[in-house]
Each structure stands twice: as structure tokens, then as C-alpha cells.
């Protein structure tokens, strides 16, 4: 497990600073968010200092959803977000990957999306298809 001296992230794994703790293992630790989109919003991170997705271990990425479902299904949310991002322009604020589960309990509270989809366009899809696959 890697950490970083200077991140938010890492001093509330080291229990630097306080946090209101909902789970941890080994490898992630869960708790609720300072800045709630709204009530019973959570973050969960994996232990390992990882700024990207593509960076965090599998076996600590593997933890993370048994986790976010046992959060939404104790905060009891009918309708709720599971978000992870990646990048400033793609709204990640720290640099450590965290996964928030944000119930939407009505139109005000929690995550509000904008979904500006593209025109369908097959050729143009079958060819990032081919180039991604090729990839993996």
C-alpha cells in the first residue's frame, strides 16, 4: 500500500485526520462525506494512494462495489448515484481515487446530470469498437 504525505485521502487512512468511518478493510475504507450532495452521501477509497482508476490495484478495486451496495442499501435510497472520476476535466477534485454513492432521494437533492449524447453514428462506433477490443 501506497501513500502520499500531502493527500487528504491518505492522512484519513493514516487517521490524521477524523473521519465518520462506515467500513475498512486491508485494502478500502469507506465513510461519509463532508460535503453531502445529500444526507447519507459516502465515499469509499481504496487504500493504496492511486490518483486514476487504471492506477488502483484489482484486488482493491474488486472491494469496492460489495461495499457501495451495503452503503445504499443502509442508507435505505431507492434512487442513487455510484460515481468515480477521473481527471480535473472530468470533475476529480482530489487526486486519489474515491468512488461516492450519492442517494437522490428527490429533483433537488444529490447528483444532478447533464447526459449530452451524440448522434448515433455505427461506422464511427464500430471503429472505436475495433481500436478498444484490439486493446484489450
Not at 34 to 63: M, N, R, S
Amino acid at each position: 500500500m501506497t501513500s502520499n504525505a500531502a493527500c487528504i485521502f491518505c492522512k484519513i487512512i493514516k487517521g490524521d485526520i477524523p473521519s465518520f468511518k462506515l467500513f475498512e478493510s486491508e485494502r478500502i475504507l469507506a465513510f461519509m462525506d463532508i460535503q453531502p450532495l445529500a444526507q447519507g452521501h459516502a465515499l469509499i477509497i481504496p487504500k493504496t494512494h492511486a490518483v486514476k482508476l487504471h492506477d488502483v490495484p484489482d484486488t482493491e478495486l474488486e472491494a469496492i462495489l460489495p461495499v457501495a451496495k451495503k452503503i445504499a442499501t443502509a442508507v435505505g435510497c431507492t434512487d442513487y448515484n455510484v460515481l468515480q472520476n477521473n481527471g480535473r476535466i472530468a470533475h476529480q477534485i482530489v487526486d486519489h481515487v474515491h468512488f461516492h454513492v450519492i442517494p437522490k432521494p428527490d429533483e433537488k437533492q444529490g447528483l444532478g446530470v447533464g447526459w449530452p449524447a451524440q448522434e448515433t453514428d455505427m461506422e464511427k462506433i464500430k471503429g472505436v469498437w475495433e481500436e478498444v477490443k484490439a486493446k484489450m
